[in-house]
């Protein structure tokens, strides 16, 4: 990702070669996509404080990619000074799901 504003392109693209991997009978787990996606947040900014948020809150309670996609989009769109009527997901909010294999 190359900053806030390209944070819809590059999740959508995630998405999308998630989908192919699976597709292709690629055994990809959730926690292997939130490793892939906190994996290419920039380096810049409140980035970092952000994914290590994330890593801890991940770490007291697995997550999902559902759950993670949302704090980022919301995350991206306060970064860029986009307006959104939600507010970023606390840890307790995106931590109590649990990891699970995504199958077509």
């Known amino acids: ?12 693209e995630h998405d999308a ?27 810049t900014g409140t980035w970092p404080a952000f994914k290590l948020v994330l890593q801890a809150s991940i770490s007291a309670s ?20 986009a307006s959104t009527s939600s507010a970023v997901p606390s840890a307790a909010a995106i931590a109590p799901r649990s990891l699970s294999v995504v199958h077509p």
């Open 1 to 12: 990702m190359k900053d806030a504003k390209d944070a819809q392109h590059y999740l959508g």
């Open 17 to 43: 070669l998630r989908h192919e991997l699976i597709q292709m009978g690629v055994m990809y787990t959730d926690n292997e996509a939130i490793f892939n996606i906190l994996k290419g947040l920039p380096c």
């Open 62 to 81: 697995p997550s999902t990619v559902s759950a993670i996609v949302p704090a980022v989009s919301v995350s991206s769109a306060a970064a860029s000074g």
